[in-house]
């Protein structure tokens, strides 16, 4: 008995338009490939390879950095460049997501639109860090381009038309605005998040929160705002006790998932202490120490 494996063809594109054209000539037999992080654990995930992959990265557009508000960010731009993104404190959560994010390897290959787009990828650590400051995708397909907000885009990520790609990420980047990312791991760098917290704030001169959002990842199947949360830092400078008053606030909303990595209560049990951390690193103009 032989076993024959199939090599997936691999077409480069070095446009947008050619990429899409491509995705929706092929339909469910293609699929586009970016830093390939995701795909190459495919078969370990038990997922067969797709029939073609349309290449993007000679598509310079892709890695583009435009803008000042927003900050327009290029979907092959990888987590190490995410990491020393240049720009105010409101993109520090998406920094800081970067940065922790897997290990040195993976994120000089990983890019903002594959975390984004990768079905089933629990634990991306930007996406939560990017709900948090509300981006809004800007998206290519047969039809043309579309403006989206990311939320809506996670609710029908596994419904998406054949052919559209990540073409961009936009980020408002308000002046007044703070933002921080924690995450927590079994062991430590290198691992998926057991749960992540993203904060983004907006203060008065006096450090009261006149507005929040917050996003909570790795908790639930998919990462998602925490209305509850949000609503409690408002109306107060944000500190270590607000901060853990929101974390209580997140898990009471969420219905947590349970894994090999951790139970679904203890997931939620630990949004408090990540929900301080992530406070402190919004910023330690705005942070405050409360007994």
Avoid: K
């Avoid at 000679?58 to 927003?70: H, I």
């Amino acid at each position: 008995m032989s076993i024959v494996l199939t090599r997936p063809e691999v077409r480069h594109a070095s446009s947008v338009e050619e990429a899409v054209g491509w995705l929706a000539e092929l339909g469910a037999g293609a699929a586009p490939l970016a830093g390939g992080t995701w795909v190459m654990r495919a078969e370990q995930r038990g997922e067969p390879l797709t029939q073609t992959y349309v290449a993007l990265g000679r598509v310079p557009e892709l890695r583009a950095v435009t803008g000042t508000d927003p900050v327009v960010v290029g979907a092959l731009t990888t987590h190490t460049a995410l990491a020393g993104l240049a720009g105010p404190p409101a993109l520090d959560a998406l920094r800081q997501a970067a940065h922790h994010s897997a290990f040195p390897q993976v994120r000089n290959v990983a890019t903002l639109g594959g975390n984004i787009g990768a079905r089933g990828f629990v634990e991306a650590d930007l996406v939560p860090a990017l709900l948090a400051l509300e981006a809004r995708l800007v998206l290519a397909g047969p039809d043309g381009r579309a403006t989206v907000d990311l939320t809506n885009y996670l609710a029908d990520r596994d419904a998406r038309p054949a052919g559209e790609i990540i073409v961009a990420a936009e980020l408002p980047v308000a002046t007044t605005r703070r933002s921080g990312y924690a995450r927590l791991t079994v062991r430590g760098g290198g691992e998926y998040a057991i749960a992540s917290v993203a904060i983004s704030v907006d203060a008065a001169a006096d450090g009261t929160v006149t507005d929040a959002r917050v996003a909570v990842g790795s908790v639930e199947p998919l990462a998602r705002r925490c209305p509850a949360a949000e609503a409690a830092l408002r109306g107060a400078p944000l500190s270590a006790v607000t901060a853990r008053a929101a974390g209580a606030a997140a898990a009471a909303e969420c219905s947590p998932r349970s894994g090999l990595d951790a139970p679904g209560w203890y997931r939620t049990a630990v949004l408090p202490g990540l929900f301080e951390r992530a406070a402190t690193r919004a910023g330690h103009d705005v942070v405050t120490t409360e007994a």
